[in-house]
């Protein structure tokens, strides 16, 4: 039974190998080009990710550091020009001013912190439904097929999500319970984000209520001008004496300058390697989808030409073998192995629902049609069958016959063995082969 003992993607290849050798070494070549280039894509892609996120973090942090150094370049004005010791008096002659202030700004600060941890919880959360089929194709990606041994790649596999097929063996399979699950976990999410949404646009009109305050308090309060949290952390820290402040500005302005001289040349590095990245990517995609296509279009010209002819010499010999009503073969590009009919599609494989009569037509007539397609394309000289208990299976006689006069009849060396002795005529020499006992002593292998 040799079809049980090939993998579907062993049947196509063997198949091909004898009926057009240098077109199956062609569609192997690039079979192996496009799992390489795949794996290249995604490392490619991956590499990309991780530089796109480290050069978004130094972009923040050059951002940070921009803000940081305007406020105490901002500080550093306000020294020279005076004002800062103005604002330092009239808060320490109104305390109640001091004190009111103190309480919003810290109330500001608190909801700027909230704000920003609210918004990177929502985009982590936006993100959910656009990663889900991607988390799966490369999911599937890390697998080897066990019935084709071929890798599958990952833009295969969402082509299949998309039409309903598993993404794995790529057979028509409800995904409705995978999806009913992701579903359930977006529209969690959709509620997660609702929720977030509202929380933030609440924030959002505390944060102007409080800013609605301190800007009535500065109409106020002309004399503390254009005084924030900041500024005025500065002067609690250093108990309102204007050189420490002046010192630590001067400190921090150039920590800053230091900072941001490194933040910069780490963020020309990585966009420098984004864009190489993005370079490699772009190759690498355009080197598979033409590898890809070249399988797509050697493979239709294989089934085109010699594994249709393969098919259709096969389904000949299989009904010249079979007496009953005949079988339409079909053998598509993955190795399977079909037999359309009026009612069902049956299947060579596990549940094909195929008699055992069948099953052994169909491995004897499949062994003959390789062997004639092998010598006929000198692939190798196969000129001898051997069957092991061949008709063993096929209870009605016609059957029986009609295979034997269709292998004896084959320019081929026939060996067969039986326990049929009915069948001896059919064969040109005879060996009786007898069961004896085998007596041996340990001291025969020392």
């Not at 079909?338 to 599609?345: A, C, E, K, S």
């Amino acid at each position: 039974m040799p079809l049980d003992k090939l993998s579907r993607n062993k049947r196509i290849s063997l198949i091909r190998t004898v009926t057009n050798e240098d077109l199956r070494q062609r569609i192997e070549r690039f079979e192996r080009a496009e799992d390489q280039l795949e794996q290249l894509v995604v490392e490619t892609r991956d590499e990309k990710r991780r530089v796109s996120e480290d050069l978004q973090e130094v972009e923040r942090t050059i951002d940070d550091l921009e803000s940081q150094q305007e406020k105490y370049e901002n500080i550093q004005e306000k020294i020279s020009t005076g004002e800062l010791q103005e604002i330092s008096e009239q808060l320490q002659r109104n305390q109640e001013l001091e004190k009111k202030l103190d309480q919003l700004f810290r109330e500001k600060e608190g909801i700027r912190k909230r704000l920003r941890k609210l918004h990177r919880k929502k985009g982590k959360q936006e993100n959910y439904d656009s990663e889900v089929k991607e988390i799966i194709a490369e999911a599937v990606n890390d697998f080897v097929c066990p019935t084709c041994d071929r890798r599958i790649t990952t833009e295969k596999a969402k082509n299949r999500i998309d039409t309903g097929n598993c993404p794995y063996c790529g057979r028509k399979h409800s995904l409705k319970e995978l999806r009913n699950s992701i579903e359930e976990q977006i529209e969690r999410s959709d509620d997660l984000i609702e929720d977030l949404e509202a929380e933030i646009e609440e924030l959002r009109d505390q944060r102007q209520e409080v800013t609605d305050d301190i800007e009535q308090l500065r109409e106020e309060q002309p004399e503390i001008g254009e005084l924030d949290g900041f500024i005025k952390r500065r002067l609690d820290n250093h108990s309102h004496d204007i050189e420490a402040v002046q010192r630590h500005t001067q400190d921090e302005l150039e920590n800053i300058s230091e900072s941001l001289s490194e933040s910069r040349a780490k963020q020309e590095e990585l966009s420098e390697r984004k864009e190489r990245a993005e370079e490699r990517l772009e190759a690498y995609s355009d080197a598979l989808e033409s590898a890809s296509g070249m399988v797509d279009e050697l493979t239709e010209e294989s089934l085109e030409a010699g594994i249709q002819e393969f098919s259709d010499a096969w389904e000949e010999a299989y009904n010249e073998m079979n007496s009953n009503l005949e079988l339409e073969i079909d053998i598509n590009e993955e190795g399977r192995i079909q037999f359309p009919g009026r009612n069902n599609l049956r299947e060579y494989d596990r549940g094909g629902n195929l008699s055992g009569s069948e099953l052994h037509l169909l491995n004897i007539s499949f062994v003959s049609t390789l062997s004639q397609f092998a010598t006929e394309n000198e692939v190798i000289d196969w000129d001898t069958i051997v069957l092991d208990e061949p008709f063993s299976n096929l209870q009605e006689e016609e059957n029986k016959e009609a295979a034997l006069e269709y292998l004896t009849g084959l320019d081929k060396q026939l060996i067969a063995t039986t326990s049929d002795d009915s069948l001896e005529a059919w064969f040109e020499n005879v060996e009786v082969l007898e069961r004896e006992p085998l007596q041996t002593t340990l001291g025969d292998f020392v």
